[in-house]
């Protein structure tokens, strides 16, 4: 596997990032994180939360006083690597034993106690829904005693808490609008460590764009496991819960964080191609500055094996969802998550996985193989059989679908000129800058006089099956 595939395959679930700055206080603390952006974004939340108990966070392990893993469940190998950097920590710990060592995320809620009574290889468990009682846990491990909460709530959305920017200097910045999934897609973990779904108060997701954008970001993405089904002030049976107050869904809350400002950038992630409406799709053909791109799992080609991942929709409807992005924005890019091997999937359902690809011409995608999940449907219901050397051959041959329909993709833009969001120095070369298109591709240019932050014109002139290299051109 090339390297570029690689990185690919990595970034969307499985990325190790630091993202801690230095500040002056008197007590540490360093934080890591797995996953997906939501983990990401929570991580920021803790930040604050621990900010406000005095707290400043480091990038510099040595330094610190507490250690947080937020961690992710998703498949197998991603709960593996955070085992192999728990036991790095307890390494550490050795050396310091003052140093307290934490757990969060979706490991925390999936393994509850056992990282902490039977591994040992913990001080602290706190589940997504407990981060508020961390600095209780804190200070119950200094007791001696089991610190553990891993209690999921049905309305915790930390919607008044001002998340820490772990990344300085930043210009895009995620934004959580929803917490947990009711979907119970046969395959997911997320449901059983998310717990419910619910939706923050559009009223502080908007006020955090607001404040966003006045400290120079340039981008938010409102973030969901399944942004369609954002709804604030209706149930989930469609009826108004106060009849005095107004109700928002996906549509109008994207309509409302569009209008902080035009020079605001509005991405979102993820669509469910079972709820997408085509409100949302003309809300994004109205605003410019919500970015033409879609992020619409698949998972698979065929509808039975739609059926069993209890999905919601049928190949059918999938295709019809895609022709309506089409209809209703110009030249929106649309990228895909696709699973390899799902249980009891035959040599011609995977085909049908290909010839799907085939009619869509996904831009991007992400791909795995099946990994099968404790306590899930699948792993109750059906018997994960496809063997391993298998579901290799299908990802392969997905992948390398993937990658020509990219390049093709790619090399479509050639000769068209795009509005560039400038995002820093480009990590391969310091002449050159990159940024991303609207269309979500990423940009490398020479670098000129421009800076982070920049909105500038690039007209393409070459690419690889990931980038597209560009000059700009006069605004
Ligand atoms: N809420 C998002 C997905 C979150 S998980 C959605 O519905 O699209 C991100 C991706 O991980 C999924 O889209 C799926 O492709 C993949 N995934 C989830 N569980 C998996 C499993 N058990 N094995 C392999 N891939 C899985
Ligand atoms: Fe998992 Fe399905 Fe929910 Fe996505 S929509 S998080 S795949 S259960
Ligand atoms: Fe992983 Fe949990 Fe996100 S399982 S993908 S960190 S919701």
New binding site residues.
């Given amino acids: 596997m090339s390297t570029e595939q690689k990185d690919i395959l990595e970034n969307r ?1 499985g990325e190790v990032l630091e993202r801690s700055t230095d500040a002056v206080a008197a007590k540490k603390l360093y934080i890591e994180s797995y ?2 952006q ?2 990401f974004s929570d991580s920021e939340v803790v930040a604050s939360i621990m900010s406000e108990n005095g707290f400043s966070t480091t990038r510099d392990l040595e330094q610190a006083d507490v250690v947080l893993i937020n961690t ?3 498949r197998e190998n ?1 709960e593996t690597r955070v085992r192999k950097r728990l036991t790095e920590f307890k390494k550490k710990k050795a050396d310091n034993p003052d140093m307290v060592v934490g757990i969060l ?2 490991m925390a809620e999936r393994l509850k106690k056992s990282l902490l009574e039977q591994e040992k290889l913990v001080d602290l468990v706190a589940g997504p829904d407990a981060y508020r009682d961390l600095p209780n846990l804190i200070d119950e491990v200094g007791t001696g005693q089991k610190a553990v909460n891993v209690l999921l709530s049905r309305d915790e959305t930390y919607a008044d808490i001002s998340p820490v920017r772990l990344d300085k200097g930043g210009i895009s910045s995620f934004v959580t609008i929803m917490r947990g999934c009711d979907n119970m897609c046969s395959f997911c ?2 449901p059983f ?2 717990g419910r779904e619910r939706s923050r108060d559009p009223q502080t997701i908007v006020q955090e764009c607001q404040d966003l954008f006045a400290k120079g970001y340039k981008e938010v993405t409102l973030l969901g ?1 399944n942004v369609d089904s954002y709804r604030w002030n209706i149930t989930n049976k469609g009826e108004i819960k106060n009849k005095a107050l107004p109700t928002v869904n996906f549509a109008q809350l994207l309509i409302m964080v569009a209008k902080v400002s035009p020079d605001l950038r509005v991405r979102f992630s993820t669509s469910h191609p079972k709820d997408m409406t085509d409100e949302v799709l003309t809300a994004m053909a109205a605003y410019e500055n919500i970015c033409n791109y879609i992020h619409l799992p698949v998972q698979a080609g065929n509808s039975e094996v739609l059926k069993r991942m209890n999905r919601g929709y049928s190949r059918e409807w999938y295709l019809e969802r895609i022709e309506a992005i089409h209809r209703i924005i110009p030249d929106c890019a649309v990228s895909t998550d696709i699973i390899s091997g799902f249980c009891a999937e035959t040599d011609e359902e995977h085909e049908e996985t290909l010839s799907l690809m085939d009619i869509v011409t996904f831009d991007f995608a992400y791909m795995f193989k099946y990994s099968e999940r404790p306590k899930t449907l699948a792993e109750r219901k059906f018997e994960d059989d496809v063997p391993e050397a298998v579901k290799s051959k299908r990802l392969t041959q997905i992948i390398e679908k993937q990658q020509a329909h990219s390049l093709a993709s790619n090399k479509r833009r050639i000769g068209r000129t795009e509005k560039v969001l400038v995002e820093g120095v480009s990590k391969r070369s310091e002449e050159h800058m990159s940024g991303r298109t609207g269309r979500n591709s990423m940009v490398v240019f020479p670098k000129g006089n421009f800076e982070k932050g920049d909105y500038i014109n690039v007209r393409i002139v070459d690419c690889t099956s990931a980038t597209l290299l560009g000059e700009a051109v006069e605004n």
């Fill in positions: 679930q996953g997906c939501m983990n992710c469940s998703i991603a995320g979706c973990v997320v460590t998310r496991q």
